[in-house]
């Protein structure tokens, strides 16, 4: 769980924002050497020079300008579109609050590259092939997904994407940087608390512990085979009669993100893909084709169009073996069972999770669930998924739920049971109770406080020029660079 006090939450707010940013706000990036001199909207439309005299960029409709970068009256237009359409009401987010947001974000990724901090075109790509994947998942198929954000061509969507997202990992490397060594000592911790006054410590709601058990249904041994003899007979086709790849992919494979583009992906050795795909894809000579091999979402083949380097261009097959009425039939029956012994007491939740889970993450330790948001087991009530908290909010301790029919990422249905382990009531802030959501919140006070004072001094040494009616908002920053 994480809170905030008072006079933390504006700085969270403008990181949500900017995370919303990516469908609609892409930046132009110009060498801006010289002052726009005119402060009023419509001289803003005038040439300026950039680069030197003999190269001029019209720039029409200009917020402003950050080092290399310039944000304009439509960016600003788009991303509060954007927030609204996300539904965040306009009373929680000011246009100026906004525009204050993507001045930073853009002051990051300017002094990321002027400290030579280095985001790999791989990285990026992998990003926006994921982007992409879930984008499809969610509409149904990619035209839709063109449809849905206005684009005609998917190879400029992507492109688009790359832009934002390369920008927006180079600000997230940046911060990262500014506050990797920024550590508190149990003494900071005491005084932070120490200075909160007692009637504006914060409220902690009500937290629970959980742990599941997750039953899945069998895959036949005959229904992987399947997927096996067709993935070979594909491979046979491509290198034995010089079939195209591409095209087996595009027909055939069932990864929703690349099928449209051949199965293409671009990645490194950082790239979040399964480990299994990386050792295949990188044990590979220029050409190759692979056996077919497993992974967490089914069987691939995968192909190397080129090495670069540390990064490789590949493409690959993706087909999921089906899972038979009989094995949803099993699982079904397995799971009433185990929650039949549980109840009955012949067997204890943990050590059911540990015989009987399929979930290898949680299994070992019993089924116990871990907070992805804060890297503990608690999770706060009223901030879990809201199908989460229907299954939970009316459990007492230690009683079992009933059983959850669930999905898996194919869509493959499966069976779950959870448990509360712990209850801990609405509270007033304690230190000996809450140390550790204390010490969070003292390193959180402590980052910004850090990023704050980076952020003055590279507004001073960076290039800035914010017009028209963004000249007239308060920031947080001096963004104005006016004299205190």
């Not at 005084?191 to 959980?210: K, M, Q, S, V, Y």
């Not at 608690?378 to 999905?407: A, C, G, H, M, W």
């Amino acid at each position: 769980m994480q809170l905030q006090t008072n006079n933390l939450r504006s700085s969270i707010k403008a990181k949500t924002f900017l995370m919303l940013l990516f469908a609609g706000c892409i930046g132009m990036q110009i060498n801006a050497q010289e002052i726009i001199e005119d402060e009023k909207k419509e001289d803003v439309a005038e040439n300026v020079d950039v680069q030197t005299q003999s190269q001029r960029i019209k720039i029409d409709g200009v917020a402003a300008v950050i080092g290399e970068h310039v944000i304009l009256d439509s960016d600003i237009d788009i991303a509060y579109q954007q927030l609204i359409s996300e539904g965040v009401s306009a009373q929680d987010v000011g246009r100026c609050q906004l525009a204050g947001s993507l001045f930073e974000n853009k002051l990051y990724a300017h002094h990321a590259v002027q400290d030579s901090i280095i985001v790999s075109d791989a990285e990026v790509n992998a990003m926006v092939d994921q982007q992409l994947s879930y984008m499809t998942r969610e509409l149904g198929t990619l035209e839709k997904v063109l449809k849905f954000y206005k684009k005609d061509d998917v190879e400029d969507f992507k492109k688009e994407l790359f832009d934002i997202n390369k920008s927006n990992k180079l600000a997230d490397n940046m911060r990262s940087n500014i506050i990797q060594d920024v550590e508190v000592t149990p003494e900071e911790v005491r005084e932070f608390f120490d200075d909160i006054p007692e009637a504006e410590r914060p409220l902690f709601g009500t937290e629970l512990e959980l742990a599941q058990i997750v039953i899945e249904p069998k895959i036949p041994e005959e229904e992987e085979q399947k997927v096996v003899d067709r993935l070979k007979q594909f491979r046979t086709d491509i290198v034995e009669n010089g079939a195209s790849f591409a095209t087996k992919a595009v027909l055939y494979s069932q990864d929703p993100g690349s099928k449209p583009t051949g199965g293409k992906y671009s990645i490194n050795r950082q790239a979040p893909f399964a480990k299994e795909f990386k050792d295949v894809a990188f044990s590979l000579q220029e050409g190759e084709v692979s056996e077919p091999f497993k992974t967490d979402f089914g069987w691939h083949i995968v192909k190397v169009d080129k090495i670069r380097g540390e990064e490789v261009d590949v493409r690959h097959i993706l087909l999921v073996p089906e899972v038979t009425s009989t094995s949803v039939s099993q699982a079904k029956k397995l799971v009433d069972s185990v929650r039949t012994s549980i109840v009955s007491g012949s067997i204890e939740f943990k050590e059911a999770a540990r015989k009987f889970s399929d979930e290898k993450e949680t299994r070992e330790d019993g089924g116990q669930l871990i907070n992805p948001t804060t890297g503990d087991s608690r999770f706060e009530l009223t901030k879990i998924d809201p199908i989460l908290y229907d299954q939970v909010s009316k459990l007492k301790t230690n009683e079992v739920s009933l059983v959850i029919p669930d999905q898996d990422r194919q869509g493959r249905k499966k069976y779950k049971l959870i448990t509360v382990l712990n209850r801990f009531d609405e509270h007033i802030a304690d230190y000996a109770k809450d140390y550790l959501k204390i010490q969070e919140l003292a390193l959180r006070k402590k980052q910004i406080e850090t990023i704050r004072k980076w952020q003055e001094e590279k507004i001073t040494d960076t290039y800035i020029k914010i017009n028209g009616e963004y000249r007239d908002c308060e920031y947080s920053g001096n963004w104005l660079k006016k004299e205190k």
